[in-house]
């Protein structure tokens, strides 16, 4: 009877690890500019990406919300939180980040070029953070926060406000620019 059980426990363990929800850590510790080491974390649970950046005085914290459709990235050198809308179009799901993961570590086909965003954030604080839903307030909350608007490619050409990048992997080049992010 005592050996009956275990195969049975161990059978219900491994059943219930392969239908859970799973999170996919990534660390990039060769990636190129010089951005220090970077470590990727989703939570399929809650539908949230979150990506950090460690780079001493120029590291920051990205946010993404797919409940909510935003994505925040708090930027600890300048102590602000900067908000904007997620182009889903543009940035991965939470479903390809596993196969990104792949893709990096040389078992899937080659990467393509890293996409680019370029947003204009608005001088005003937010006032109501709760707007942007409980992972992103809880992230903004007790520093400066602003919303941040995608600037269409057209304009690139022609923006010459200072801006400040958040390259995320190999993925994803964000630029926020205006004046609560020049130096």
Not at 178 to 182: I, L, M, N, P, R
């Given at each position: 009877m005592k050996f009956t059980m275990i195969p049975i426990g161990l059978l219900g363990l491994f059943i219930a690890s392969a239908f859970a929800d799973?999170?996919?850590?990534?660390?990039?510790?060769?990636?190129?500019?010089?951005?220090?080491?970077?470590?990727?974390?989703?939570?399929?649970?809650?539908?949230?990406?979150?990506?950090?950046?460690?780079?001493?005085?120029?590291?920051?914290?990205?946010l993404w919300d797919y409940n909510t459709g935003f994505a925040a990235t708090r930027?600890?050198?300048?102590?602000?939180?900067i908000v904007h809308k997620m182009k889903t179009?543009?940035?991965p799901s939470i479903q390809a980040l596993d196969a990104l993961v792949k893709e990096k570590k040389g078992k899937g086909p080659r990467k393509p070029s890293p996409k680019g965003l370029m947003y204009?954030?608005?001088?005003?604080?937010?006032?109501?953070?709760?707007?942007?839903?409980?992972?992103?307030?809880?992230m903004c909350q007790g520093i400066p926060t602003y919303v941040a608007d995608e600037i269409p490619r057209a304009n690139?050409?022609?923006?010459?406000?200072?801006?400040?990048?958040?390259?995320?992997?190999?993925?994803l080049n964000i630029s926020f620019c205006?004046?609560?992010?020049?130096n």
């Open positions: 799973y999170n996919i850590n990534i660390n990039d510790d060769g990636n190129t500019a010089g951005s220090g080491q970077q470590t990727v974390s989703v939570n399929n649970e809650h539908n949230v990406a979150n990506i950090d950046n460690n780079n001493g005085w120029n590291s920051w914290n990205t930027l600890f050198v300048k102590k602000s939180c179009d543009v940035m204009s954030v608005n001088p005003n604080q937010v006032d109501d953070l709760n707007r942007f839903g409980k992972n992103i307030a809880g690139l050409f022609f923006y010459s406000e200072k801006c400040y990048s958040a390259d995320i992997l190999w993925i205006g004046s609560t992010v020049e």
